[in-house]
């Protein structure tokens, strides 16, 4: 059965997302002491990144206050001094739980994938196929009862974003696959789980609250 769960407040920009997580990950970056989670110090991060003290501050700054903003090298270097890949400094809290949610679903893709793939030179468009095997995808309406215009909208709406993110997503994915079958099936069911999970309940231009799908 899918609930619908509801979106995190919308306060957070992704620059303050974004230095939210740097102050938690450096909280427990650093190195260990007597077994226990030491924090890495912003001195420390300026000496391994070549940062001055004017660029880090900004990173670590959820007030908004600062005008500037970070380009993709400092922001690489930053993630590679903390020791994990950038896209995680910028997951939010819904990243995060469509991500646990997703894994725990993958079985399931996985074995729709493993009857798909033949060999790893798929396309993007393995990944909606998964999903049709899974039956999740395409959503209609039960048989035998009524809708109106407004919920089968929603419903179409609804197929279309998640067709086209398992397409986006298979084609972020699959190449990290490097020609072997098993990964490619892998990749394309993590694409097929994530597509599914990222869907909003209702995908409407006009709507300013996008739930996330829930299982």
């Given at each position: ?12 920009t ?22 226990k ?26 007030t ?67 999903l049709?095997?899974c ?23 609804r ?27 892998d ?7 994530l ?21």
């Amino acid at each position: 059965m899918h609930v619908t769960l509801p979106p995190d407040p919308p306060t957070r920009t992704p620059k303050q997302q974004l230095a939210l997580s740097v102050t938690a990950a450096l909280r427990v970056a650093g190195p260990d002491r007597a077994g226990k989670p030491n924090k890495l110090r912003q001195v420390d991060v300026m000496r391994l990144t070549g940062m001055s003290r004017t660029t880090l501050r900004p990173l670590l700054d959820t007030t908004e206050s600062s005008q500037r903003n970070p380009d993709l090298t400092t922001l690489n270097k930053l993630a590679q001094v903390i020791g994990v890949p950038l896209a995680f400094l910028l997951m939010t809290p819904t990243d995060w739980r469509v991500l646990i949610k997703a894994i725990g679903a993958i079985a399931d893709h996985q074995a729709a994938a493993h009857g798909l793939v033949t060999d790893a030179l798929g396309s993007p468009a393995l990944a909606e196929a998964v999903l049709k095997r899974c039956k999740v995808h395409p959503e209609r309406p039960p048989l035998g009862v009524d809708y109106d215009l407004q919920e089968i909208k929603r419903l179409d709406a609804r197929n279309e974003w998640r067709r086209r993110c398992s397409l986006v997503m298979a084609a972020l994915a699959q190449p990290a696959a490097r020609g072997n079958r098993k990964s490619f099936v892998d990749m394309t069911a993590l694409a097929a789980a994530l597509a599914n999970e990222m869907t909003p309940y209702n995908p409407a231009p006009d709507n300013s609250s996008q739930d996330q799908e829930g299982s």
